[in-house]
Structures are given as C-alpha cells and as structure tokens.
C-alpha cells in the first residue's frame, strides 16, 4: 500500500466528461497537487507550463486557464482518483505519451532537471497506471529534459538580461526585441508576477494589478498601408476586429465593449476600448462549495503606434466582494488614466 493507492486503486468516475487534451491537462493538475495542497495551485502558471505543449496549439491562454479551473473544482468536488480515472478513460493512444509528459513537467526539479527521488514512486504509479512500458516512459522523461534544456537555451540572455536594474538600481523589463524597457510595476511582496513569452510581457499580482504589454513589429508594407488609411482607422479595425474577437470574446462569455475614444495628441493617435468581462478576471474566488470562480472585471485596452512597432496596452480592474463599478463614463476614465500613466514609464527605443 502507498499514500498514492486513493488515486490509482479508485474505481469512481465522473460524470463530467473530458476530452483528450482536457485529460493531459487533468494529468497536470493532480501531479500537482498530489503531495501539497489544491490551495497552494498556481493555476495560471500550470495553464502556462501547459499551453507550451504541443496538444494546446488551438488553445488561447484563457481557455488553458478555463480548463485547470474547471479540472482543479472536478478534484475538489470529487477526489483526485475520480478525476484521474476519468482522465485516463479519455486519453486517446495518440495521445496518453503526451499525458505522462505533463506528469513528468510537474515533477521535474527546476534546478539540476531531475525526478526528486521522493518523487519518483509516484511517477512509477502512473507510469503503470497508464500502461506505458519501462522504454517509452524512460523516453518520455529524457524528450521533457531535452525540450527544457533547449527552450532555457533559446530564452537565455544573450546581449542583455529581460530583466535588468536602470542606473538607479531599480528593476526595469527589457523586451528581448530591445524595442523598449519599462519599470516593474508589481512587487514581490504582494505576489508579483512576470509572465512573457514572444510578443507579450504581463504583470499581475494578488491585490488586482493587471498590466499587459502586446508588441507587434510592423513590415514596412503595412506601415504604407497605415499611412494611407490613417492611424484611426488602422487602429479601430486592428484593435476592435482582429484583436477582441480572438483574445477576449471568444474566451469570455458575454464579454462586450462598452466605451472607445480615439486620443489624439501632436506625435501620434491612441486608440482606447472599454470592455466588460463577466467572470473574465485573471483572480478567482473560492466559493463555499469548494469551487473556484473568477471574478467580474473591466479590460481597458490602449492601442498605438511607436517606432515600426504596434502596442496594445491593457489593464484589469478586477470587482472584489462588495465592489460595484461606477459609471462607465468614470470606469473609462480611471483605467485609461491608469493605461496612460504605465505607458508614459516606457522607454522607446
């Protein structure tokens, strides 16, 4: 008997059902869990690890994000052997190598990339669990190291660091483009967090702070074509058809604009938008029943042009218990005030 036999001897099911891909996640998240507690998930940081697998190509970062808070209040409401049992039902051939992988991530220590050896009968359970042979498990570890080591590498400091200290020794982001530096606006005290990949940089923390810089080079043909429609319409159609629909509306139910104001002033035009996110803030609360919740929340959104470089600058602002918002005319104001004074701590490059 091991301390491990309550998920892996457990017969129960769930009548939730899970796709495959929902089941590799649902393989995460017990790893996870499994030796600490489901209060101590970072659940935006496993959807991260995750949404680096392949399998999640078709998937936003919202919907990652959805998924382990649907696959973390299944755990809560069910156990951890109901939800590996219904994860394991729904792992297609194709695709139970994938599950173990994201075993595996969970369990990989951050500093040498070894299996803690206090780790490791846990991961022969469900190596066995899920019928993988000695060979193909001892692989799957080795691919999980390789793709770590060469994705430390790719994202290894070459000419500078991404993070760096200005000549009055306080942190600054450095974009790895070098297109431009911006102070932290979080601190580690209240939870802050940096979270980057190609093209985007966000800062968060536990008290509400959202901040979020998407940075797009521009060829020089869509730079003429910007020139000949005018940067008002470029902007409106860039910010309200394209960007929107695919980063926002289709992850947030009901989501909706509210409020736009095209700003202009002597070197260039910002493009504002105000929408609302029913239950579409990056903080969750924890209900009585155990589940986890997001929060209301309003997204400003600020687009411009700097250099040959579009910028969509966002900030959140998350409705806690007892928070009401005030007129949209105020809420507009108070977050595209908030956008405005984060961009004018940008050094443009």
């Known amino acids: 008997m091991t301390k491990y036999d309550k998920i892996f001897n457990s017969t129960e099911t769930s009548e939730e059902s899970l796709s495959p891909e929902e089941a590799v996640a649902a393989i995460a998240v017990i790893t996870a869990i499994v030796d600490s507690s489901i209060e101590d998930l970072d659940a935006e940081s496993l959807a991260d690890i995750l949404w680096e697998?392949?399998?999640?190509?078709?998937?936003?970062?919202?919907?990652?994000?959805?998924?382990?808070?649907?696959?973390?209040?299944?755990?809560?409401?069910?156990?951890?052997?109901?939800?590996?049992?219904?994860?394991?039902?729904?792992?297609?051939?194709?695709?139970?190598?994938?599950?173990?992988?994201?075993?595996?991530?969970?369990?990989?220590?951050?500093?040498?990339?070894?299996?803690?050896?206090?780790?490791?009968?846990?991961?022969?359970?469900?190596?066995?669990?899920?019928?993988?042979?000695?060979?193909?498990?001892?692989?799957?570890?080795?691919?999980v190291i390789a793709a770590i080591e060469e994705t430390e590498e790719e994202y290894a400091p070459q000419e500078y660091e991404t993070v760096i200290l200005d000549e009055f020794g306080q942190q600054v982001y450095q974009s790895p483009l070098g297109n431009f530096v911006v102070p932290i606006p979080v601190t580690s005290e209240q939870g802050g967090t940096i979270q980057s990949q190609e093209g985007i940089v966000g800062f968060s923390d536990d008290v509400g702070t959202l901040l979020r810089i998407d940075y797009y080079p521009l060829p020089p043909e869509y730079l003429e074509e910007i020139e000949s429609q005018g940067q008002e319409k470029y902007l409106h159609s860039t910010l309200i058809k394209k960007y929107l629909p695919q980063a926002i509306f289709t992850n947030v139910q009901g989501a909706e604009i509210k409020y736009t104001e095209y700003l202009q002033d002597t070197l260039k035009g910002y493009y504002y938008v105000l929408v609302d996110m029913p239950k579409g803030s990056t903080i969750s609360k924890q209900e009585n029943n155990g589940n986890a919740n997001r929060l209301d929340a309003y997204r400003g959104l600020l687009a411009f042009i700097n250099g040959k470089f579009l910028y969509i600058v966002s900030s959140q602002r998350t409705f806690f218990n007892g928070d009401s918002p005030g007129s949209i005319l105020d809420e507009a104001e108070d977050i595209k005030q908030n956008i405005l004074e984060f961009v004018e701590t940008m050094d443009f490059n």
Do not use: C, H
Request: glycine letters at 4%.
């Open 53 to 143: 697998f392949e399998v999640f190509d078709e998937y936003s970062e919202e919907e990652m994000l959805e998924i382990v808070d649907r696959l973390v209040a299944i755990a809560q409401d069910e156990g951890l052997g109901t939800l590996f049992n219904t994860a394991n039902a729904s792992l297609s051939d194709e695709i139970v190598l994938d599950g173990f992988a994201a075993g595996v991530i969970m369990l990989l220590d951050d500093q040498n990339l070894t299996i803690p050896t206090q780790k490791q009968p846990y991961l022969k359970q469900l190596q066995q669990a899920l019928e993988l042979e000695d060979i193909e498990a001892e692989e799957i570890i080795k691919e």
